[in-house]
């Protein structure tokens, strides 16, 4: 059960950052690759590499990797601290 709730906050977090400014946009597809992503890395780096590969080959715009990582470390937060409410 704690997945679901962590999958949905992890959403949440994705669809309040917008790195390209798209007002009125979803990225449904990219957080949903992200966050099956996230379920198995707990490197920040590697996270945030990933990120930036999706949005980048989705968008064929790039993402600097530091925004990536940024977003990357509140995604593990979340993760993280599912695993420790168990």
């Not at 390209?20 to 996270?47: G, R, S």
Request: hydrophobic fraction near 45%.
């Amino acid at each position: 059960m704690e997945n679901i709730a962590m999958n949905r906050k992890a959403v949440h977090i994705l669809s309040e950052w917008d790195p390209f400014k798209m007002e009125n946009f979803t990225y449904d597809t990219e957080a949903a690759d992200v966050v099956a992503e996230l379920q198995h890395i707990d490197d920040p780096t590697v996270l945030g590499k990933k990120i930036q590969e999706i949005y980048e080959k989705t968008f064929e715009r790039w993402i600097p990797i530091e925004e990536c990582i940024g977003i990357s470390y509140k995604l593990l937060a979340v993760k993280f601290e599912a695993k420790c409410i168990v």
